[in-house]
T-cell receptor, first 115, second 117 residues
Framework: GNSVTQMEGPVTLSEEAFLTINCTYT??????LFWYVQYPGEGLQLLLK?????DKGSNKGFEATYRKETTSFHLEKGSVQVSDSAVYFC??????????????FGTGTRLTIIP | GAGVSQSPSNKVTEKGKDVELRCDPI?????LYWYRQSLGQGLEFLIY????????KSGLPSDRFSAERTGGSVSTLTIQRTQQEDSAVYLC???????????????FGQGTRLTVV
């Protein structure tokens, strides 16, 4: 079956620090990979995605590259801001199921940025 | 509408009562999903709708849980005889995927926080 293993939190960084949140996956098919973010008091939002090997997803200064050889999709940002404080979820979906893109999520990583 | 809308946003119910949770997906989205977010289990898939049909119900935890979708739009998740372990945030998501997934990702509602006392 499909699974996602995500770096345990919580993670606390100073503003302008470099961020990496590790994510690895196991999938039987050809998954799409996603990072979702949940800001305090808000719903899940799609942050970025990649649909095939070597694709790089990017948004709001965050990046993640789909690495098939290492089955990884690590999230990075060069300089974090206080407003990036949130819970980050790595997820995958299998495109082979006739439109069923149910997501398998990692456990989430709580990120706190201190000024 | 502009986004996925869920109601109510909060629900407190007594153990043993039935509850109904509603989801209004983004207009035109044919795929609809229900998930549950709880402290102990993280984010779990419950059920997938394509139009009014539910080809994947594999995540429903027991026969107390059911869902329907009408008019290819609104969906209702019903929990009968609620138990304390049903306390969680129930999330609805929708996407435009039809036959073959396009990997575009789903859009989530704000969720319904259910507390069973």
């Amino acid at each position: 079956g499909n699974s996602v293993t995500q770096m345990e939190g919580p993670v606390t960084l100073s503003e302008e620090a470099f961020l990496t949140i590790n994510c690895t996956y196991t999938a039987t098919g050809y998954p799409s990979l996603f990072w979702y973010v949940q800001y305090p008091g808000e719903g899940l939002q799609l942050l970025l995605k990649a649909t095939k090997a070597d694709d790089k997803g990017s948004n709001k200064g965050f990046e993640a590259t789909y690495r098939k050889e290492t089955t990884s999709f690590h999230l990075e940002k060069g300089s974090v801001q206080v407003s990036d404080s949130a819970v980050y979820f790595c997820a995958l979906s299998d495109l082979s199921n006739f439109g069923n893109e149910k997501l398998t999520f990692g456990t989430g990583t709580r990120l706190t940025i201190i000024p | 509408g502009a986004g996925v809308s869920q109601s109510p946003s909060n629900k407190v119910t007594e153990k043993g009562k039935d509850v109904e949770l509603r989801c209004d997906p983004i207009s035109g989205h044919t795929a609809l999903y229900w998930y549950r977010q709880s402290l102990g289990q993280g984010l779990e898939f419950l059920i997938y709708f394509q139009g009014n049909s539910a080809p994947d119900k594999s995540g429903l935890p027991s026969d107390r849980f059911s869902a329907e979708r009408t008019g290819g739009s609104v969906s209702t998740l019903t929990i009968q005889r609620t138990q304390q372990e049903d306390s969680a945030v129930y999330l609805c998501a929708s996407s435009s995927s039809r036959v073959r997934g396009d990997g575009m990702g789903a859009f989530f509602g704000q969720g319904t926080r259910l507390t069973v006392v």
